[in-house]
């Protein structure tokens, strides 16, 4: 009786993981389809948009952005210098008083002679999905350039492409000791992405009233 229940039971699991091997792969190519034409790798190629987003990553304990933040903050700065986009929206996650990447990205700005009323301060941008909806409809952006890492940046051009802007990636290298778990990492995020934008259409954790990019960011302070 125990080998008549062993079979099915094998075979019911070898099904979930093929499944499962077939959904990591199938997800990865459909991401990386939609964003593929959108990846500016010369950034004196990008298109002129409303905004540069960088979205968030790790901020050490006294506020100074990681080197791979620091990175995203430096395409944006470049993108910005170069007249590619007026305003700069800084989006990370402020959760609780004790983290705060939002401003640690503001200090690395202001040092690099950003002027204050261009930067957009986004303290719910909690995750890749959260920023890019927000920045469509918080900050009422149309268009824009996404500032982040090159194993990151096809997931959120397509999420910000399936959500209505015509968004555009500007990659910067990665700088990670461990690619294998970065891209494993990606592999996951993508068919959780495609859940999100795709069939879930879920909101993000907050909204709240406009925040127009047009306007002076320090509105966006605190």
Not at 98 to 127: C, K, S, T
Not at 144 to 164: E, K, N, P, S, W
Request: proline content about 5%; aromatic content about 8%; some cysteine.
């Amino acid at each position: 009786m125990k080998k008549k229940l062993l079979k099915p039971i094998l075979c019911t699991v070898a099904g979930l993981a093929a499944l499962a091997l077939v959904s990591l792969f199938g997800c990865g190519r459909y991401v990386s389809a939609i964003a593929a034409p959108y990846i500016v790798r010369e950034r004196e190629n990008a298109p002129v948009c409303d905004a540069v987003l960088v979205l968030g990553a790790r901020v050490y304990d006294d506020g100074r952005p990681s080197p791979s933040l620091a990175d995203r903050l430096d395409i944006a700065i470049e993108l910005y210098r170069s007249g590619k986009a007026p305003k700069i929206i800084a989006s990370g996650d402020h959760g609780s008083p004790e983290y705060d990447e939002v401003a640690g990205m503001l200090a690395y700005l202001l040092e690099h002679d950003i002027p204050r009323a261009d930067i957009f301060l986004d303290h719910a941008g909690f995750n890749t999905y959260d920023s890019v909806y927000r920045a469509r409809d918080i900050f009422c952006v149309n268009s824009v350039l996404i500032a982040t890492q090159d194993f990151h940046i096809d997931r959120a051009v397509y999420m910000a492409r399936r959500l209505g802007l015509d968004a555009w990636g500007v990659p910067s290298p990665d700088r990670v000791t461990s690619r294998t778990y970065n891209r494993l990492r990606e592999s996951l995020a993508r068919v959780k992405a495609v859940l999100e934008t795709d069939v879930l259409h879920r909101k993000p954790r907050y909204l709240g009233d406009a925040i127009p990019i047009w306007g002076d960011g320090t509105v966006t302070d605190g």
